[in-house]
């Protein structure tokens, strides 16, 4: 992946977040990485996935936000891509009250171990965006079926 999938040719302003606009924070024994976007206004990090996800898996993910309060009219983007395909986009509308996204992700095509699992946050104005967890999502056990 050479580029970040969620660049845009809209002319939109691009100003990249960097290590001294997150942290890691402990919230009630769960760690969060902490975006705060006061000086910038866009972020994609990307890990490597610990392991491959075929066509009917799914991700699990937890981000929340406190009250998104700055650049009245505007929106805030959230995304998750796995390599260069954009498998999950939301909007948040800016203002809004603070909230907690439980989104589930449906894959629809295999990804090997080692692909670059990348989250994203495209926002205006000053916020603070959590990313509690990103996980594959435990099969359903069927009635009747030996576990």
């Known amino acids: 992946m050479e580029m970040d999938p969620f660049a845009q040719a809209d002319g939109q302003t691009i100003m990249p977040c960097d290590a001294s606009n997150t942290e890691i924070e402990d919230i009630d024994g769960r ?14 990090v990307q890990q490597r996935l610990p392991a491959a996800l075929q066509p009917g898996d799914e991700l699990s993910m937890e981000v929340f936000w406190f009250s998104q309060t700055s650049f009245l009219g505007g ?22 009250e603070g909230d907690l996204l439980n989104a589930v992700v449906p894959i629809e095509a295999a990804y090997p171990a080692g692909t670059n699992i990348c989250f994203h946050i495209g926002n205006h104005g000053s916020n603070t965006w959590n990313l509690l967890d990103i996980r594959k999502r435990a099969a359903p056990v069927c009635e009747g079926q030996p576990q």
């Open 75 to 96: 929106v805030a983007h959230v995304g998750l891509a796995l390599d260069d395909d954009v498998v999950f986009t939301t909007d948040v509308p800016i203002p809004s």
């Open 31 to 44: 760690h969060s990485w902490t975006l705060e976007t006061g000086t910038c206004n866009w972020a994609t």
